[in-house]
């Protein structure tokens, strides 16, 4: 074994030396102004696309400092740029010495790799290109400039780049970077050998740029610039400051502190480059904004802040219902953790079968899923609000070929929805994608292009027998450390494209599961699912062929025959919990119960309603079918014999004008059985209202 493996080491060395490098040098120019800059483009065969986008994107950023700076192109002479797989820095007065940082500029050579400047993301040619301006005379306002710069350039229109683009110039010099454990004071150049070092200075660099920016304006910002880059003598921090105090008056030593300077930070710190309510906005963008960090919606309308500064409303001013419903219907759902708005939009629903979470803190027990504009959206409801922790993950793993295994994976860190990245497991590849959402708050949210999921197939497009689903999917939670998941759904669920546009189609306003847009009694989700229209009202005889229907409307029950039981005594102990009637039926091995209260139930924290199964006749409960009225999409089952609750997935309800439950014959052991409805808190253990005697069900007739 060991000679097989010194062959195999001396075969590679023998390739190493022995293999040409072919290499590509290209003379090139272009003018600016009345001024011509010239440069010899150095990069391997096979870079041919790099090299084109390399020269153009170094060509863009040079004339926009020209005209930003209002100044020439300040390096005379002619320069080298090389495209590397690998650049280490030889300066030996350097403490970055032989380490390999990725891309410098010695001003008359500029050296970047080819894996860290990748087309789509110019933010390190733009970088290193700045270079030519703003040189390492004063290192934290120097690198700062260079990396941020591009930034500020495009919003004052002197730099044109597309979204994709722009939110890789921020990524990549560390906007939403926030491991900030070894958080230090820019005063002195920290970045030395350890590459997390190197990391954090940039990632503070640009995002001190960015507060000066937004405390300047744009205007003052490229003024301070343009008098800063002029400036011939030795700078120094106290010239900064002095310069700052020409274009706004205020304590700017106090502001620098902790980001230059030891000392404490102020009102905005590195901690508040993250996002905590998941808008998509981070909390510093939020306090030049005057919008809530905590809330994804500050003033409480269902659109999110960071959408409503996107489309020219006032996220601190409340829209009204009619434009909400409008907003929501085109561009909704918002992947921000804030499900409310789904609500007002068609989509399939599922319950998990059975409450498996591990941590305290998840528990996936229902998902929501919808296909609005090319994109896949789902909701993921947890037992509580989502905690961001470091390490832990949302997943929604897709299985294209019904194998039970992987073959993408979308996911995002919960600590910072913002860096959401694909895996394929077919090439053992991932990607940062800009087109990809999520959000953690309330719950977890995804939005994924289709075209991401169909792009690891050899075709490009899904394809799939007739009737049969496209995909189907796997949510999860997870511990990214411990290579553990926390909690994920108990099966795969399938995903039926054609299904889902059908849905969408309809283009109706409320959820699917209580809404009757022809108002013939039959629920449009049992419509769709049953092939009938539900923009055209069907026949009564239709309504009692697929009813009675759990949605908390009792009309159709007004078909069916079975008797009507009354309890006469009002003997309610809180008033509108009374109940006053009951019908069962059986149909289709499902128990059907409504009962009709005195009043409409408004959903209340604590209450439940329980139909008691007595499956011995001998007036004790054995079995307890529940939900609470303020979720009723979480029914659970109690077994009184072995005092153990589970959350079946067929046990449907529903919560409006009246109570209604769908059981489960199967769940029941006995065919000649006894059931009692109540009404309790849960919290003060007292019953509100009762049935005055159980009722005998016999399944056989």
Request: aromatic share 14%.
């Amino acid at each position: 074994m060991l000679r097989k493996i010194i062959g195999l080491m001396a075969i590679y060395v023998f390739f190493s030396i022995c293999l040409p490098v072919f290499s590509i040098t290209e003379d090139k120019s272009f003018n600016v102004e009345d001024q011509q800059i010239n440069f010899t483009l150095h990069y391997d065969k096979g870079q041919e696309e790099w090299a084109a986008y390399a020269t153009a994107a170094m060509e863009k950023i040079i004339h926009s400092y020209i005209h930003y700076l209002s100044t020439s192109f300040p390096q005379p002479g002619k320069y080298d740029f090389f495209g590397k797989n690998e650049v280490y820095l030889n300066q030996k007065d350097s403490a970055m010495n032989g380490v390999r940082i990725g891309g410098f500029n010695l001003w008359d050579r500029i050296e970047v790799e080819y894996g860290i400047s990748p087309i789509g993301n110019p933010g390190l040619i733009f970088h290193e290109t700045g270079h030519f301006w703003f040189g390492s005379d004063l290192h934290w306002m120097d690198e700062g400039l260079v990396s941020f710069l591009p930034v500020a350039m495009m919003e004052a229109g002197f730099l044109e780049l597309d979204e994709k683009e722009a939110n890789e110039v921020k990524r990549h010099w560390g906007f939403w970077f926030n491991d900030n454990k070894k958080d230090k004071p820019l005063s002195k150049d920290f970045r030395g050998q350890d590459e997390g070092d190197r990391q954090l200075y940039y990632s503070k660099t640009f995002k001190l740029q960015y507060i000066i920016y937004k405390e300047l304006g744009p205007e003052k910002y490229r003024e301070w610039v343009s008098a800063y880059y002029l400036i011939k003598k030795k700078k120094t921090d106290k010239l900064i400051i002095d310069l700052l105090n020409k274009y706004k008056k205020m304590n700017w030593k106090k502001f620098l502190s902790g980001w230059v300077f030891p000392g404490k930070y102020g009102s905005i710190s590195m901690d508040s480059f993250t996002d905590q309510d998941t808008d998509g906005l981070l909390s510093v963008e939020e306090y030049y904004l005057k919008t809530s960090p905590d809330r994804s919606d500050t003033d409480n309308d269902l659109l999110p802040d960071n959408f409503e500064i996107q489309h020219g409303l006032n996220p601190v001013k409340k829209e009204s219902d009619d434009n909400v419903r409008k907003m929501i219907s085109e561009h909704g759902p918002f992947p921000d953790g804030d499900g409310r708005e789904w609500d007002f939009l068609p989509h399939v629903f599922y319950i998990k079968p059975k409450n498996g979470e591990k941590q305290v803190n998840f528990g996936l027990f229902s998902l929501n899923m919808s296909l609005r504009n090319g994109c896949l959206s789902v909701y993921a409801a947890t037992r509580k609000p989502v905690l961001p922790r470091k390490k832990y993950m949302f997943d929604l793993l897709i299985d294209l070929d019904f194998d039970r295994n992987t073959d993408v994976e979308f996911a995002f860190w919960l600590e910072n929805p913002r860096i959401i990245w694909r895996y394929t497991a077919l090439t053992r590849t991932s990607e940062i994608l800009p087109d990809l959402r999520g959000g953690r708050g309330e719950s977890l949210e995804i939005k994924v292009p289709l075209a991401r999921i169909a792009s690891v197939t050899s075709s490009g497009n899904f394809s799939k027998q007739p009737g049969k689903p496209d995909f189907q999917v796997l949510p999860i939670i997870r511990d990214d450390a411990k290579k553990k998941n926390l909690d994920e759904w108990t099966h795969w669920i399938p995903v039926s494209l054609d299904t889902l546009a059908g849905i969408e189609s309809y283009n109706l306003i409320t959820d699917l599961e209580t809404q009757d847009t022809d108002a013939d009694l039959i629920p449009d989700r049992i419509e769709l699912k049953q092939g009938l229209d539900p923009t055209t009202k069907d026949s009564p005889q239709t309504v009692s062929l697929y009813g009675p229907f759990v949605d908390g409307k009792p009309q159709e029950w007004y078909l069916f025959s079975e008797p009507v039981y009354e309890d006469k005594k009002n003997d309610a102990k809180v008033k509108g919990y009374d109940m006053l009637k009951l019908q069962y039926l059986i149909k289709k091995d499902t128990l059907f119960v409504v009962v009709i209260t005195g009043l409409e139930l408004k959903p209340v924290n604590d209450v439940f309603f329980d139909i008691l199964v007595d499956e011995n006749n001998d007036n004790t409960s054995d079995l307890d079918f529940a939900f609470f009225l303020v979720n009723p999409q979480w029914p659970w089952k109690y077994t009184a014999k072995t005092k153990k609750s589970s959350y079946p997935q067929d046990i449907h309800i529903g919560l409006g004008t009246v109570i209604e439950m769908a059981i489960p014959l199967k769940e029941i052991n006995s065919r000649q059985f006894q059931i009692l409805p109540i009404i309790r808190n849960d919290k003060s253990k007292i019953n509100y209202d009762e049935w005055d005697q159980w009722i005998q069900v016999n399944v056989e007739k």
